[in-house]
């Protein structure tokens, strides 16, 4: 449990150096900064759609992300182990990984 909230505690950090505001929120343009820091630019629109909808103003904050971004990666890794089972979660041989976090 500790290293979940390890884990945790970094996406916090990377969710609140995309925060310019400081609000503790994240409008669009700040949640694709996030993204792209996380290497989840194949999950962008997914993510954006799923956590702001089409509000032009929408906002997000932390558990909101972390809620969808669990969601969304549980999403992909299912449909990946479906095409596969043998190569679910194996680095360098067609699965896929989580990004690191910096």
């Not at 095409?83 to 976090?101: F, R």
């Amino acid at each position: 449990m500790e290293q979940h909230s390890d884990y945790v505690s970094q996406l916090k950090v990377e969710f609140d150096s995309c925060d310019s505001t400081s609000s503790g929120l994240l409008d669009r343009d700040a949640l694709r900064e996030l993204c792209s820091k996380l290497r989840l630019d194949a999950h962008l629109a997914l993510l954006t759609h799923t956590l702001l909808g089409e509000g032009r103003h929408a906002r997000v904050n932390f558990e909101e992300f972390k809620e969808g971004f669990v969601a969304v990666l549980s999403r992909s890794l299912d449909f990946s182990a479906s095409e596969d089972d043998s190569s679910y979660l194996q680095p360098g041989e067609g699965g896929q990984q989580l990004p690191a976090a910096r």
